[in-house]
């Protein structure tokens, strides 16, 4: 079974271990968003949308669709 971003709870890290390029956005991709980069879950908004992220030390804010594409491992 694959995990994914979109399962991280607050303050849980992770690496990120691949994803359908198709599925994300470049900006995400330009930003640090890559396999074998870490990623923590910082924060999310009310109804679970958008969560807000610390990638490389990049705080980003992504979709709960866009982070169910991409899978994890956690630390």
């Not at 074998?36 to 009310?46: D, I």
């Not at 109804?47 to 705080?59: Q, R």
Request: contains cysteine; hydrophobic residues 45%; proline residues 5%.
């Amino acid at each position: 079974m694959k995990t994914t971003l979109a399962e991280l709870k607050r303050g849980q890290s992770a690496v990120i271990t691949m994803f359908e390029t198709d599925e994300i956005p470049l900006k995400l991709l330009e930003m640090g968003c890559l396999p074998g980069n870490e990623v923590t879950l910082l924060q999310v908004a009310p109804f679970s949308c958008p969560m807000y992220l610390n990638i490389n030390g990049s705080h980003l804010a992504i979709r709960k669709e866009v982070a169910k594409q991409i899978e994890i491992e956690l630390i």
